[in-house]
């Protein structure tokens, strides 16, 4: 069965410091990957997705993500985080097209200092 | 453009007391539909998905139940609310190929139950 895990349940950092969240899969074949935000109260918010072709994937609001097939990872980098961009994150794994089967991890809450 | 409605956006109700969220998507036909709940802190459970009208998947058994009387209608529903049912209820869709796995997510419903 496939899994995702995010090792990190919160992070801090500074504001105009970069940030890297870790997320770690396990899936059969070649997954479809994806990172969503959640600010509080609200619902979560594709920020980008990977599905083939070139390993590093841009997204939405300066986020970025890199697919390393050898370390089962897909992490969330931005070179210089707003106070805007505190928020919870969760990665996910799709199913390959089958409903009700991907998979999201526990997410990482992101909190930045002024 | 896709736009996914749910409401309430706050609903307060008794223990013992019915429940019925409502979610509905436009823009798009026969989509795929979830239903998630968030628990405070916690990463996103999956509790029902669709993949058409009247065709229901339970994953987690328990106090809830789903309905799709329409296709891009999505009901959560209960007979008899429990404390352990407070939460943040998330409606998803998908596109119904279900080939990229990508899912959409409503603004949410914030359940607490007293």
């Known amino acids: 069965a496939q899994s995702v895990t995010q090792p990190d349940i919160h992070i801090t950092v500074s504001e105009g410091a970069s940030l890297e969240l870790r997320c770690n899969y396990s899936?059969?074949?070649?997954?479809?990957l994806f990172w969503y935000v959640q600010s509080p109260g609200q619902g979560l918010q594709l920020l980008l997705k990977?599905?083939?072709?070139?390993?590093l994937v841009q997204g939405i609001k300066g986020f970025e993500a890199e697919f390393k097939r050898s370390q089962s990872s897909f992490n969330l980098r931005k070179p210089s985080v707003h106070w805007s961009d505190a928020a919870e994150y969760f990665c996910?794994?799709?199913?390959?097209?089958?409903?009700?089967?991907?998979?999201f991890g526990d997410g990482t809450t992101l909190t930045v200092k002024p | 453009s896709q736009t996914i409605h749910q409401w309430p956006a706050t609903l307060v109700q008794p223990v013992g007391s019915p429940l019925s969220l409502e979610c509905t998507v436009e823009g798009t036909s026969n989509p795929n539909l979830y239903w998630y709940r968030q628990a405070a802190g916690r990463g996103l459970q999956l509790l029902f998905y669709s993949v058409g009208i009247g065709q229901i998947s339970s994953e987690v058994p328990q106090n809830l139940s789903a309905s799709r009387p329409q296709d891009r209608q999505f009901i959560l529903s209960s007979k008899k609310l429990l404390l352990s049912d407070s939460g943040f209820y998330l409606c998803?869709?998908?596109?119904?190929?279900?080939?990229?796995?990508?899912?959409?997510f409503g603004p949410g419903t914030r359940l607490t139950v007293l």
């Open positions: 998803a869709w998908e596109e119904g190929t279900g080939v990229t796995d990508t899912q959409y």
């Open positions: 899936y059969g074949a070649t997954p479809y």
């Open positions: 996910a794994v799709g199913a390959g097209g089958n409903a009700g089967k991907s998979t």
């Open positions: 990977y599905f083939s072709g070139d390993t």
